[in-house]
């Protein structure tokens, strides 16, 4: 176990629900991650926070809604996707001290869009 | 062209050989280098940081070429237990941003 946890771990929900992932970090890391991981592609990045400021978007469509409420959560807020966005979205944290630092990683949360 | 690349195997080999993996990066900005493991159905976890002069840890030794853009991961005497997806990674100079490749899978057998 990394520290950081994810809820739900599976998730299947239809193309107009609206639905959001959920992680949390309790290790005093400063700067959380989203990242994308689709079959035979590399982990995608979508949104950097650092202390609660959002400081990467990495051209995520708008279906995508971020929220950071302090440092020790992190929301993904879900609404009328696509087949193309079932994928593993994986959480990260990361202490202070620069992105040169180990990124900790959630157990992912499984998304199926149908 | 992709910014980090990796052959994405599968290698197969036998325990107790040594096998090794290659990357390059495309954006000269990169400033740290790491190797992460991703276990089938789990998520990624460091493995080990990559330093300029090379570095060790045990069976697994990583080197880093920055004129080439190139990064390695020798691992010696394999065992069943490395079994794994080895993803090459990249940190981008004074960003947050670590890009990643699409890992090369490992299977070792007895």
């Known amino acids: 176990e990394t520290g950081v946890t994810q809820t739900p771990r599976h998730l299947v929900m239809g193309m107009t629900n609206k639905k959001s992932l959920k992680c949390e970090q309790h290790l005093g890391h400063n700067a959380m991650y989203w990242y994308k991981q689709s079959a035979k592609k590399p982990l995608e990045l979508m949104f950097v926070?650092?202390?609660?400021?959002?400081?990467e978007n990495n051209s995520v469509p708008s279906r995508f809604s971020p929220e950071c409420p302090n440092s020790s959560h992190l929301f993904l807020h879900l609404h009328t996707l696509q087949p193309e966005d079932s994928a593993l979205y994986l959480c990260?944290?990361?202490?202070?001290?620069?992105?040169?630092?180990?990124?900790?990683f959630g157990p992912g949360t499984r998304l199926t869009v149908l | 062209r992709k910014e980090v690349e990796q052959d994405p195997g599968p290698f197969n080999v036998p325990e107790g050989a040594t096998v090794a993996f290659n990357c390059t990066y495309s954006?000269?900005?990169?400033?740290?280098f790491f190797w992460y493991r991703q276990d089938c159905r789990k998520e990624p976890k460091l493995l080990m940081s990559v330093y300029s002069s090379g570095n060790e840890d045990g069976r697994f030794t990583a080197q880093l070429n920055r004129a080439s853009q190139y990064i390695s991961l020798l691992i010696r005497d394999s065992k069943l237990s490395d079994s794994a997806t080895y993803l090459c990674?990249?940190?981008?100079?004074?960003?947050?941003?670590?890009?990643f490749g699409t890992g090369t899978r490992l299977q070792v057998f007895p």
């Open positions: 926070y650092n202390f609660k400021e959002q400081t």
């Open positions: 954006n000269s900005a990169s400033q740290s």
């Open positions: 990674v990249v940190n981008i100079y004074n960003t947050d941003k670590l890009i």
């Open positions: 990260a944290s990361r202490p202070p001290g620069g992105g040169n630092n180990e990124q900790f």
